[in-house]
DNA sequence: TTCTTACCCATAAAATCCCATTGTATCCCG
DNA sequence: CGGGATACAATGGGATTTTATGGGTAAGAA
């Protein structure tokens, strides 16, 4: 896989009225070193009660790579079904969204309500991908590390304070 | 991972009114030897109340290092668990900042709390990586040799006769 | 119409660039 | 080898640009 450009860092934005929120500018840099669009695509995360973020070229990587996984596996019908519920949700679950020459993105309700995000957006990069939070949500979870709690209290901190 | 440019050396720099650092010059030629990155990744040190630094390259290899683990474990829930947050420690609670044509960093207020860096940063050169440092803050650390402390007495010493 | 979405403008704060200064190390040439 | 010229490093300050965010409004779908 080996992407050059990774995802990382953290940041915390707001979700206003409208449901826009901006999307951090070191996190859209990223996105468009990998290719040339100005979209996120958008899923649920498959372990966290948060989504998952990625640019459409990652998108069309991974899609690329399950091919190549069905081809090589005898087509028994259990790696069948296993591809066609992969491939359901790879594409059906996810929602690609443009942002403005704001940087801005609507988010769009289902994914808000799916990844139970608030009127608050903590940004947080993994590398090939990047993760949106409800903080909140974030700061209850017993699987994430402390010192990761620590990053959202500094962001919630930092926020309120200016 | 063998990479050939090792970071060595210490030197301590002014953190100056608007957050702004010099990186060395020294450190500064060996992440420019080891990619063509002007950035340097930032991350809290595991063990010591200090900031971790390297270069993008290294950060990528680290990836790639655990991407490849991943693969050869079996996809227990456990192992997929632990993966998700190494990945979020390693990405999530990291900063990547550039330098300008200056040598400057603006050393991040999330980071500069994480390693306790106030109006001096002491740099040390570790081969792999390099450390920042509050000079006080090590000085009065119990598991730093005396040897370590001399240098920084020196470093501190060289400024305040300047 | 009414609600939603895309586009445009405005603003404050923060990050970045540019230029100037100073001290130190390096080079060059007689 | 001495001494001056030169280059580079670290640092300060001001000017400029980018970012995050709010609000208005027009186009369009329900």
């Known amino acids: 896989m080996a992407l050059e450009h990774l995802f990382q860092g953290s940041a915390l934005n707001a979700v206003d009225a409208k449901g826009r929120v901006s999307i951090p500018a070191f996190l ?7 290719g040339d669009a100005r979209t996120i695509v958008l899923a649920k995360h498959e372990a966290f009660p948060c989504l998952s973020a990625y640019d459409p070229a990652y998108a069309a990587l991974k899609h ?6 069905l081809e090589k596996e005898e087509t028994s019908p259990d790696a069948e079904l296993e591809y066609q519920q992969r491939n359901l949700m790879a594409f059906a679950a996810t929602e690609e969204v443009p942002y403005d020459s704001s940087g801005r993105i609507l988010m769009p309700p289902m994914m808000r309500r799916k ?25 209850k979870d017993p699987r994430i590390p402390d ?3 620590d990053i959202a209290n500094f962001r919630l901190e930092e ?3 200016s």
């Open 159 to 161: 926020r309120r304070t």
């Open 115 to 139: 990844g139970e995000i608030e009127d608050l957006a903590l940004f947080l990069g993994t590398g090939e991908t990047f993760q949106i939070w409800n903080p909140q949500r974030l700061l």
């Open 147 to 149: 010192d990761l709690k």
């Open 28 to 34: 859209r840099s990223v996105v468009e070193r990998r």
């Open 64 to 69: 690329a790579k399950l091919e190549r996984l």
